[in-house]
């Protein structure tokens, strides 16, 4: 009998109207992913979309070049001149000193002119006309600054030799993103302003930036080449509008990477979850279906009726996935505070959505398809007989569309992900994920089909539980061994991150950073610190900035990319000549130079950055140090302990390589704690010039960034342990069917409702426990890759924390287990026979 498609979907709606509460792990597994899909996807979107759009006004220019520890030469200005208008900043680390000397606090100091900004409004509190510079002996402070010294306008700050009266608060710092990561409060004078400080001395650490504005119809990028062409040994750092923010788009594009991980494995296990959510409806509603086929109804007007209804709930629950997905990134912004770079807003992201959407549906057609074609091709007979024969396979067609579909995922996750390669290589390790879970069930089975019988009746019936026919034993190993897993895996992060961050507070970290120091005054800056703490321990290295420019016989400027990893050719980096290996560093390849050295220039290289730029012992690096460059040979690696808040920099050179280029030296001091309060007020004035940096405040800044990734991750993955545990769920209710049955035979043979729930206790037991080991094999396996791969943290998982968690994930399995099971035991046998 073949029926219309209005007569199809009357019967559909009228038996789903009836039970609809079947299909509810099916809604809440597609909304979880979906959701979660569409949420990654309009978030990220709408970050990228704002660094996009404000690209200008966060990098301040169309182009920017910038140069460390110098100004642009004449032929470099008119060069910049020449491409369109101009707008020099110059920024750097200083100590704000309090009215009267009171208080001290380290600042970025920026100086700019006339011109600034090209881009975007400077705004100061209490007015919204835009600010220009500020004259000559006024300042322009930041909130955080005015709070500190308890400052308001007309109040006065000292930088250097130079005293300011505050002209005004800042309310608004147009290019503050492009700026990067701060260690202090912001200060903005004018550029004549900067001079009367005199914090510029040969050596000082500082970054002159030219902010170019171009013509409308110039393509920032060409004009970038040509300038790096014009002047290939310059050493600049220099960056168009595409990229306004290099530093957040990293940032970005990492955390995205972490959290597309996260919504691919919520769509693995929310297609798991659609499987086990149909077929325990399919089960449920078996005597109807036998019942239509008695009737007359042929095969295919049955598949059509229950995928009509199960698609109907699905493209609901998608529909409700997107909506809230799609209000996601505005509550995210809204939560998240000044975590987030840039405020996504609320803006509709169509393509994220109608991938998301797409994946709903194929994720609801492959995964709902097998049991929809066992129940379609079973025979009345057979249906009814199904509880304790069990499920037929599915036909080849079925099969053929499965892998269809399953291969649509996969392309689309591939053609839409950033990293193809990223999104190919995790979704083969998902598939083989569950494959093992697979194969582990299948072994699970065969063991305890072959083990001796127990002579107890409760072990006895545990075991035969996992193999008898019509066991769901594959559908609880696959949503156990996922749920278990991402327990550890989470767990393997969190307790990772932690150990970071206290790691990041060494046993004996140094008191203070000191910047700055001028060469001829080092013994000067000694004699001060020991009258204050006579056993200080102090330790003082020369200090430059310089940009590699060559590495190996290649040049930067010629590469298309940068190696993975290469952070050390991203812009200028810390230069050191050292006549012995550093404090904290241990040579693992080639030799150190003899300590009275007075060869060719020398240098030892960090080994992961050696690593990272494919060399080694015997090759070539050049670096720009001051618009000159110098050619070094590779003596030695090094291993670095980067932890220990010492002076540690990635490339230390021979003795003599620097000499003819000014410089100043650096220092840590480490003195008791009654001295720290002393030094902090005494050395500002003296040094002027210099910086000094309580370490306490990096270590704050450190601990609260890593504690926020931390929070981001946990939210992230608490969403697919959700749906984990509703796939849990739904394979214990997939096996509640049959376990009735089993229940109604046991009690009609005389087995009270102890005995009955022993056995299935001993049952979760037993797979609890074998899951156990899996688990924790498998999930920390996951954590290192987040951790190590995609992070670049060190892999340090606490022991106890992943003992209680794999105790607490089988503990709450082994709960859902015995809830699910208190319907079955109430189950009466004369209902339940009749339901049969």
């Not at 036998?290 to 295919?300: E, H, R």
């Not at 975590?339 to 998301?356: E, Q, R, T």
């Not at 107890?456 to 539980?465: C, I, V």
């Not at 020991?530 to 290649?554: C, H, K, M, W, Y």
């Amino acid at each position: 009998m073949s029926l219309s498609l209005s007569a199809i979907w009357r019967i559909a709606r009228r038996d789903l109207s009836a039970r609809i509460r079947g299909l509810r792990l099916l809604a809440v597994c597609l909304f979880l992913g979906v959701a979660t899909l569409a949420a990654i996807g309009s978030l990220t979107a709408g970050i990228t979309e704002e660094l996009s759009r404000r690209g200008q006004t966060i990098l301040g220019a169309d182009i920017e070049i910038g140069i460390a520890q110098r100004e642009a030469s004449e032929a470099e200005l008119k060069a910049f001149a020449e491409a369109g208008t101009v707008s020099k900043t110059v920024r750097l680390r200083a100590m704000a000193i309090g009215p009267a000397g009171s208080d001290s606090v380290l600042a970025e100091l920026k100086s700019i002119d006339d011109a600034y900004p090209l881009y975007g409004t400077l705004r100061l509190k209490g007015t919204d006309a835009p600010a220009t510079a500020p004259a000559r002996g006024q300042i322009y402070i930041g909130e955080t600054l005015a709070d500190r010294f308890n400052l308001s306008t007309g109040g006065t700050v000292r930088f250097g030799e130079a005293s300011f009266k505050v002209a005004g608060i800042i309310a608004e710092e147009p290019d503050r993103l492009g700026e990067g990561f701060t260690l202090g409060p912001v200060a903005l004078v004018s550029s004549a302003s900067l001079e009367d400080t005199k914090l510029i001395q040969p050596g000082s650490m500082f970054e002159s930036k030219y902010r170019i504005k171009l013509p409308t119809s110039a393509d920032p990028e060409a004009i970038a080449k040509s300038l790096e062409a014009q002047f290939p040994s310059a050493g600049w750092d220099i960056t168009d509008r595409s990229n306004g923010a290099p530093g957040t788009r990293r940032f970005i594009e990492r955390m995205g990477q972490f959290l597309t991980l996260v919504g691919l494995a919520s769509l693995v296990i929310a297609g798991i979850g659609v499987g086990n959510g149909v077929g325990s409806y399919l089960e449920s509603k078996r005597a109807g279906i036998a019942t239509l086929k008695v009737t007359g109804a042929d095969s295919g007007t049955i598949f059509r009726i229950y995928m009509l209804q199960i698609f109907a709930v699905a493209i609901a629950a998608i529909l409700v996935g997107l909506a809230v997905g799609s209000v996601m990134p505005m509550a995210i912004g809204w939560v998240a505070g000044d975590i987030l770079p840039v405020a996504p807003g609320f803006s509709l992201h169509p393509l994220p959505l109608l991938v998301s959407a797409v994946y709903g549906l194929l994720i609801a057609f492959a995964f709902a398809l097998p049991p929809l074609a066992r129940a379609r091709t079973v025979p009345a007979a057979g249906l009814f007989r199904s509880v304790v024969e069990g499920g037929r396979r599915i036909d080849r067609r079925t099969a053929i569309s499965v892998t269809a579909s399953i291969a649509a995922i996969v392309a689309l996750a591939v053609g839409t992900a950033r990293e193809p390669i990223f999104s190919l290589g995790f979704i083969g390790a998902a598939f083989a994920l569950l494959l093992l879970l697979a194969l582990l069930a299948w072994a699970l089975r065969k063991i305890a089909l072959l083990l001796p019988r127990p002579k107890a009746p409760l072990p006895r019936l545990a075991l035969t539980n996992l193999h008898r026919p019509g066991s769901h034993t594959q559908a609880l190993v696959i949503a156990l061994g996922l749920g278990l897993t991402l327990f550890v895996t989470l767990a393997a992060i969190q307790t990772s991150i932690n150990n970071e961050i206290s790691k990041s507070v060494p046993e004996r970290a140094p008191s203070f950073f000191a910047l700055d120091i001028p060469r001829e005054r080092t013994a000067e800056f000694t004699r001060m610190v020991r009258s204050e703490a006579p056993n200080a321990d102090i330790n003082l290295i020369p200090s430059l900035r310089g940009t590699i420019v060559e590495f190996g016989g290649q040049r930067v400027d010629q590469l298309e990319e940068l190696p993975e990893g290469a952070w050390v050719l991203n812009g200028d980096r810390g230069l050191t000549y050292s006549p012995n290996v550093p404090e904290g560093s241990e040579v693992i390849a080639g030799e150190w130079w003899p300590a009275d050295y007075q060869g060719p220039a020398l240098v030892s290289l960090d080994v992961r950055v050696a690593e990272s730029l494919g060399i080694g012992v015997g090759d070539s690096l050049t670096v720009s140090a001051l618009g000159v460059e110098i050619p070094t040979k590779i003596a030695s690696l090094r291993e670095v302990k980067w932890e220990n808040f010492g002076l540690n920099y990635a490339l230390v050179f021979s003795p003599g390589t620097f000499d003819a280029a000014p410089h100043s030296m650096v220092a840590t001091l480490t003195v008791p704690a009654e001295a720290e309060r002393e030094l902090a007020k005494s050395i500002p004035p003296a040094f002027p010039s210099s910086s000094l940096i309580e370490v306490g405040e990096v270590v704050s800044q450190v601990t609260v960034l890593l504690q926020q990734m931390a929070q981001a991750i946990a939210a992230a993955a608490s969403i697919a342990i959700f749906a984990g545990i509703a796939v849990l769920v739904g394979a214990i209710a997939a096996a509640r069917q049959s376990r009735i049955y089993d229940s109604v035979i046991m009690k009609l043979l005389g087995a009270t409702r102890r005995q009955i729930l022993g056995a299935q206790a001993m049952e979760y037991a037993i797979l609890a426990l074998v899951l156990g080991v899996v688990a924790l094999a498998l999930g920390l396996g996951a954590g290192w890759y987040v951790i190590v791969e995609i992070f670049d943290f060190t892999f340090a998982p606490d022991p106890a924390a992943l003992a209680w968690t794999l105790v607490g994930g089988a503990g709450l399995t082994f709960a859902l287990g015995m809830l699910g099971s208190l319907p079955i035991l109430a189950a009466r046998p004369a209902e339940a026979l009749r339901s049969l």
